[in-house]
């Protein structure tokens, strides 16, 4: 198990960023939530199985079609027990 939180910058709001993440994610299982933040970036947090967990951060580093990507800071932190994708 694994909890990570990333900021993904570049372009990566009004391109369905956060909402194909949360959809990935909850098809994975994975606990967690995704958010636009005030500064253009997405702050997203994954906690479940690790392998599941490093899919969703691999796939943060390209997003969806209409993405930009700069760059991916990736955060691990404590287990919390998450289950839900919110």
């Known amino acids: 198990m694994k909890r990570v ?3 993904v910058s570049g372009r ?3 391109v369905f960023f956060r909402a194909t993440c949360a959809r990935r994610a909850r098809a994975l299982g994975l606990g967690g939530s995704v958010r636009n933040m005030p500064d253009g970036s997405v702050e ?3 906690e479940g199985p690790s392998a599941d967990v490093e899919a969703m951060v691999a796939w943060c580093r390209s997003g969806p079609e209409l993405a930009r990507v700069d760059e991916v800071e990736v955060h691990e ?3 919390t027990g998450i289950r839900t994708f919110g």
């Open 5 to 7: 939180r990333l900021v």
């Open 12 to 14: 990566v709001q009004g």
């Open 44 to 46: 997203a947090v994954f």
């Open 77 to 79: 932190e404590p287990l």
